[in-house]
């Protein structure tokens, strides 16, 4: 079956700007998680969905949000970027996203603010 | 307070040489779930195990094994005869039972390069 898909796979932006990231799960899986990962703070759980709902919140600023649709593809906007927002963001999958079940990770968007 | 700590941060083995990745990790919860993940360089995190805090059977499927000590709180990870494939960034994770869902507590990573 198909993995957990995100796309694009690299983006520049430029600080200020706003941008959005997409994430396909594994058909059949209502849970979508997002992570930040930098060198220098690892990765960081931003917030996940599930059935359209925001569910857990990590410890990031408003200006990092999200949605999810009702097919379970969910979507993730920084608003006001900054030189600090560049990393890979990753997205994960799982059927409840509960610790009952497995998370499997897409291959990220590596995002690049100049 | 949740926390994984990946104490090393790089290992440089050499091909078929024995490895072990070292992991501690502290919660309040008395559920809980461990995992390993391994992060080639295209970026992906693949799925290595996971774990519940009740099972503290050590487990081996094939080259891998890993090691749960709850009286240490730690769930250290060997590859036995590495090869160069395995080379990659490796993660050590934690999930609380009582997370209102999908949050993993990463540890810093260990980068292991196996050379030839």
């Known amino acids: 079956k198909a993995g957990v898909t995100q796309t694009p796979r690299y983006l520049i932006k430029t600080r200020g700007q706003q941008v959005t990231l997409s994430c396909s799960p594994i058909?059949?899986?209502?849970?979508v998680s997002w992570y930040q990962q930098t060198p220098g703070q690892g990765l960081q759980f931003l917030f996940e969905?599930?059935?359209?709902?925001?569910?857990n919140k990590g410890n990031f600023p408003g200006r990092f949000s999200g949605r999810q649709f009702s097919n379970s593809r969910s979507e993730m906007n920084v608003s006001t970027l900054e030189l600090g927002d560049s990393a890979l963001y990753l997205c994960?999958?799982?059927?409840?996203?509960?610790?009952?079940?497995?998370?499997?990770f897409g291959s990220g968007t590596r995002l690049t603010v100049v | 307070a949740q926390k994984v700590t990946q104490a090393q941060t790089e290992i440089s083995v050499v091909e078929k040489e024995d490895v072990t990745l070292d992991c501690v990790y502290e919660?309040?919860?008395?559920?809980?779930?461990l995992f390993w993940y391994k992060q080639p360089p295209s970026g992906e995190l693949v799925f290595l195990i996971r774990?519940?805090?009740?099972?503290?059977q050590n487990e081996i499927s094939g080259r891998y094994s890993w090691n749960f000590q709850k009286s240490t709180s730690s769930f250290n990870f060997t590859i036995t005869a590495s090869q160069v494939v395995d080379s990659a960034v490796y993660f050590c994770?934690?999930?609380?039972?009582?997370?209102?869902?999908?949050?993993?507590?990463f540890g810093q990573g260990t980068e292991l390069s196996v050379k030839p």
């Open positions: 058909s059949g899986h209502r849970s």
């Open positions: 994770a934690l999930s609380e039972a009582n997370n209102q869902g999908g949050k993993l507590i």
């Open positions: 994960a999958s799982s059927f409840e996203g509960f610790q009952g079940y497995g998370y499997t």
């Open positions: 774990r519940n805090s009740f099972d503290e």
């Open positions: 969905y599930f059935s359209e709902t925001q569910r």
């Open positions: 919660t309040r919860d008395t559920t809980y779930y």
